[in-house]
Nanobody, 120 residues
Framework: EVQLKESGGGSVQPGGSLRLSCTASGFAYVGFDTYAMSWIRQAPGKGVEWVAGIAKGAGGNPAYAGAVKGRFVISRDNAKNALYLQMNNLKPEDSATYFC?????????RGPGTRVTVSS
């Protein structure tokens, strides 16, 4: 069973940046590179929102939600079984718990999440 663990969250002022990381383990028969991956988020009292997705393998043609496009960059390092989310020009509305997930749309396994708070 694939296990995911996010890190890198914290508190930042509007306009600031954070880089989230997700490490994956538990691959029995296939490797991390065979999974499309994604980031999703959930703000307090709100539903889950898909943030970004990246294809399996080299991860070409990543996709982003409109709310983060141009500010966030998803990437992966298959040698490290790692997924990243570089978040720039953060806004208060980006405050949420962020989860990495298997699958491009965030419908797969998730980690416990990492909390991001954007506030002045």
């Amino acid at each position: 069973e694939v296990q995911l663990k996010e890190s890198g969250g914290g508190s930042v002022q509007p306009g600031g940046s954070l880089r989230l990381s997700c490490t994956a383990s538990g691959f029995a028969y296939v490797g991390f590179d065979t999974y499309a991956m994604s980031w999703i988020r959930q703000a307090p009292g709100k539903g889950v929102e898909w943030v970004a997705g990246i294809a399996k393998g080299a991860g070409g043609n990543p996709a982003y939600a409109g709310a983060v496009k141009g500010r966030f960059v998803i990437s992966r390092d298959n040698a490290k079984n790692a997924l990243y989310l570089q978040m720039n020009n953060l806004k208060p509305e980006d405050s949420a718990t962020y989860f990495c997930s298997t699958g491009f749309t965030g419908a797969g396994s998730r980690g416990p999440g990492t909390r991001v708070t954007v506030s002045s």
